[in-house]
């Protein structure tokens, strides 16, 4: 199996800050990386496939880079309804394998 | 627009088998798209449980799969998710979602189950 390390697991941080957190696989996924956010009670919801391709809807202060074996979320300036739960997803090999998340909290 | 949602017990007794059905309306199953099941302990992260195609062809997570059956039933539009020999481990919220078959990242996703697995 793919491991998917993500860090910080969990960080504060105020609006308006940049956000960066770093996904590393075991080995190498090629371009077969997603992010997700989950807030909490709530649904995981994709926002990045192929390493940097936003989905539909998803605010331009999210990115996405990376490749091989590690990749980056970055928010460019962090607003209050990104507070949330970010996970990263291979999906290069079986199984799929999620990173353990990385919570993003309010200083 | 796609909406999923499962169905099932929430409470599954220790060695018994959970077992879940997500229910797809707004398009069909036998399109183009991997049918995946997903699980989320109370407080942990996501695990990725398993995915079918509606050709049948499936792909199961190693450390369930000796437990875990997906099947999906094109003519009803459903595809469901079993897991036997259940432990308190298996407690878990269960997700159904669908990813399209180039980008297999799921981007649909179910509201999601409870299943407790209890006495």
């Known amino acids: 199996d793919i491991q998917m390390t993500q860090s910080p697991s969990a960080m504060s941080a105020s609006v308006g800050d940049r956000v ?9 996924v090629s371009n077969f990386l997603a992010w997700f956010q989950q807030k909490p009670g709530q649904v995981p919801k994709r926002l990045i496939y192929a390493v940097f391709t936003l989905d539909t809807g998803v605010p331009s202060r999210f990115s996405g880079s990376g490749s091989g ?4 979320l970055t928010i460019s300036s962090l607003q209050p309804e990104d507070f949330a739960t970010y996970y990263c997803l291979q999906h290069y090999s079986y199984p799929r394998t999620f990173g353990q998340g990385t919570k993003v909290e309010i200083k | 627009q796609v909406q999923l949602q499962e ?8 060695s018994g088998t959970l077992s879940l059905t997500c229910t797809v309306s707004g398009g069909s199953i036998s399109s183009s798209y991997w049918w995946t099941w997903v699980r ?14 509606h050709s049948g062809s499936s792909n199961y ?15 009803n539009n459903f595809f469901s998710l079993k897991v036997t020999s ?14 399209d078959i180039a ?7 179910g509201q999601g189950i409870l299943v407790t697995v209890s006495s």
């Open chain 1, 20 to 28: 960066t957190i770093t996904c590393r696989a075991s080995q190498g």
């Open chain 1, 69 to 72: 074996t590690e990749f980056t």
């Open chain 2, 7 to 14: 169905s099932g017990p929430g409470l599954v007794k220790p």
């Open chain 2, 40 to 53: 989320q302990p109370p407080g942990k992260g996501l695990e990725w449980i398993g995915e079918i195609y």
């Open chain 2, 61 to 75: 997570n190693p450390s369930l799969k000796s437990r875990v059956i997906i099947s999906v039933d094109k003519s």
């Open chain 2, 86 to 99: 259940v432990t308190a481990a298996d407690t878990a919220v269960y997700f159904c979602a669908r990813g």
């Open chain 2, 103 to 109: 980008v297999s990242a799921p981007a649909d996703w």
